[in-house]
């Protein structure tokens, strides 16, 4: 018997060391390692809360993270790694606690991750091996509520082709030839939105729009939605939701254009009892013709009426029906314009109407005058 056992045992030493090696070699090929792979993770907040930054960077509902997995070489083929996505809930978090600050959470990825293929979980025996990043820093918020004024936005189409921002309220961007926006306001000119707490105390307004203008001849409205962000100095982006669409108001007026009209009579306004003797000596500081005065007038208003309007369509006029002493007097006449007509005022323009300088002498009573 124990010749049988040890007879020839350098070759079954060898056969054994062979088996083992076989083994070895076998176990290597069903026990494999993926690499790399992409999987979007995301954060769930706890009731109540928000997510408001991780590592720094704002969180707009998605991250996307690297791992290594290791496992039985045929489960590790058949995942369809396009379909791999991750999960960390924080709802083991009371946002009653959060109070002035955001609260600071760490997840370790490899420990505390959740992957998914689909709907199912990755089977057992298949390891996370590795996570990049490593590690999340992550600051959630409660969420609370204020009402803000709205800042509507309107776009225009530009020369280019390109969609640009208006940035005035007064441009004839967007407009039809000959008119211009002269206004835009939302209404309502508030609304209330929600939103990280430490973010909100901070926002006085919010944007609505942008709604894009293009070829406007009247006043017309637009029904857009609040921007469901804002820029914050410490935390960037940050989301916040509004529940109520507002409405831009668009004023739009016919373009007014300016004109200079020469030589218009000046009248005089008086009480028909009196006649006053009037002579016009000065128009703007200079002689004026005392036998024909006229003035020039600066008046501005839709270009196709302007066009047409003569000297004749205006009454220049002096006021005489409270004059109640002869004298020289200085005074800028009255106009009456067309409807749609306007005297063109500006801070750093020329007075639309000159000053005239003129001479009163006594009346001559008329209600005594014979008829005829």
């Known amino acids: 018997m124990r010749h049988a056992i040890f007879d020839h045992w350098k070759l079954k030493l060898l056969a054994l060391m062979l088996a083992a090696i076989a083994w070895v070699v076998s176990i290597g090929r069903d026990y494999t390692l993926a690499q790399d792979i992409k999987v979007i993770l995301t954060l769930e907040p706890p009731a109540g809360g928000v997510i408001l930054q991780i590592n720094g960077a704002p969180y707009d509902g998605e991250l996307d ?11 590790i083929d058949d995942l369809e790694v396009e379909s791999l996505t991750a999960t960390y ?47 999340l820093e992550v600051k959630i918020d409660r969420i ?18 390109s969609r640009m921002q208006i940035e005035s309220k007064s441009t004839d961007k967007g407009c039809v ?56 100095p410490i935390y960037g982006r940050v989301g916040i939701d509004c529940q109520k669409r507002v409405e831009i108001k668009i004023t739009v007026e016919e373009k007014l254009e300016s004109r200079t009209l020469k030589d218009v009579p000046i009248r005089f306004l008086m ?73 063109d005022r500006g801070p750093e323009k020329p007075p639309p109407v000159p000053v005239v300088t003129y001479e009163v002498t006594s009346p001559v009573d008329l209600s005594d005058a014979p008829e005829g």
């Open 65 to 75: 993270i690297e791992v290594d997995l290791s496992g039985p070489r045929g489960k």
């Open 89 to 135: 809930s924080f709802a083991y978090i009371d946002v009653d606690e959060i109070k002035n600050e955001p609260r600071s959470e760490t997840v370790d990825l490899l420990k505390s991750i959740r992957i998914r293929t689909g709907n199912n979980n990755l089977p057992p025996d298949i390891e996370i091996d590795r996570a990049e990043p490593e590690e």
């Open 144 to 161: 609370t509520s204020r009402a803000v004024r709205v800042k509507p936005i309107l776009d225009y189409i530009a020369n280019d082709g």
């Open 177 to 232: 030839d000959g008119y211009r926006i002269t206004d835009y306001s939302s209404n309502p000119a508030a609304v209330t939105v929600s939103g990280p707490a430490s973010v909100m105390r901070d926002i006085e307004q919010v944007t609505a729009g942008p709604a894009l203008v293009d070829q406007l001849y009247a006043p017309s409205d637009r029904t857009v939605s609040v921007v469901p962000f804002v820029e914050h």
């Open 271 to 343: 009480l028909p009892k009196y006649f006053w003797i009037v002579e016009i000596t000065k128009i703007d500081g200079k002689a004026a013709d005392a036998q024909n005065p006229t003035v020039d007038i600066v008046i501005s208003g839709p270009a196709k009426q302007l066009a047409g309007i003569k000297p004749e369509d205006l009454t220049v006029f002096l006021d005489l029906t409270q004059a109640k002493t002869p004298g020289e007097f200085e005074t800028t006449p009255g106009v009456k314009l067309p409807v749609g007509i306007r005297l």
